[in-house]
T-cell receptor
Framework: EAGVAQSPRYKIIEKRQSVAFWCNPISGHATLYWYQQILGQGPKLLIQFQNNGVVDDSQLPKDRFSAERLKGVDSTLKIQPAKLEDSAVYLC?????????????????FGPGTRLTVT | KQEVTQIPAALSVPEGENLVLNCSFTDSAIYNLQWFRQDPGKGLTSLLLIQSSQREQTSGRLNASLDKSSGRSTLYIAASQPGDSATYLCAVTLGGGADGLTFGKGTHLIIQP
């Protein structure tokens, strides 16, 4: 089974430029997440999609970040304009619920991430 | 707001030792807790998922325990090997389980050959 795919793997841009990241989740996974991981920190959730609808974007800096998931499959995350503090690894994850003893669990599977450097 | 803390931040031990990594969380109303491994330049690999009603989970040389009432989890690694060197992250989910994960900062583990 193919894992979560992300591209590009690395990106270097200057501040105030724009950048976009792409994620292809595992086939059949309805829920998709974007996380930001700054060096030395744990990942922080930016946005969560259920199919093509947004479930949680409370930690997304909406003045500069945007994301979409057209047709409920692939997703793109955009930053416009980028700031120095946006330098981080952007991780995409997808999940499928499994029922264990009548309770639903959503195990998340992560892609390799995109490392963004803003200079 | 849920906060997750991991101690120690870094750990270096000789090969063959048993070791314990600690995780604490502030809101005990978690749905589940996961331990992940992260290798440099790579994504996260799920190691163990513990349901809120469970006390522990085991996979090979790994054993994770959960004390929900005290807001603590431990990851026990038996007979450590150099290949275990990585960053270990603890994460919790609130709500119905489909929510995003709240992570700790991780423990950077080095196993000396």
């Amino acid at each position: 089974e193919a894992g979560v795919a992300q591209s590009p793997r690395y990106k270097i841009i200057e501040k105030r430029q724009s950048v976009a990241f792409w994620c292809n989740p595992i086939s059949g996974h309805a829920t998709l997440y974007w996380y930001q991981q700054i060096l030395g920190q744990g990942p922080k959730l930016l946005i969560q999609f259920q199919n093509n609808g947004v479930v949680d974007d409370s930690q997304l800096p909406k003045d500069r970040f945007s994301a979409e998931r057209l047709k409920g499959v692939d997703s793109t995350l955009k930053i416009q304009p980028a700031k120095l503090e946006d330098s981080a690894v952007y991780l995409c994850a997808s999940s499928l619920h499994v029922s264990i003893r009548g309770r639903l669990f959503y195990e998340q599977y992560f892609g390799p991430g995109t490392r963004l450097t803003v200079t | 707001k849920q906060e997750v803390t991991q101690i120690p931040a870094a750990l270096s031990v000789p090969e063959g030792e048993n070791l314990v990594l600690n995780c604490s969380f502030t809101d005990s109303a978690i749905y589940n807790l996961q331990w992940f491994r992260q290798d440099p330049g790579k994504g996260l690999t799920s190691l163990l998922l513990i349901q809120s009603s469970q006390r522990e989970q085991t996979s090979g040389r790994l054993n994770a325990s959960l004390d929900k009432s005290s807001g603590r989890s431990t990851l026990y690694i038996a007979a450590s090997q150099p290949g275990d060197s990585a960053t270990y992250l603890c994460a919790v989910t609130l709500g119905g389980g489909a929510d995003g994960l709240t992570f700790g900062k991780g423990t950077h583990l080095i196993i000396q050959p």
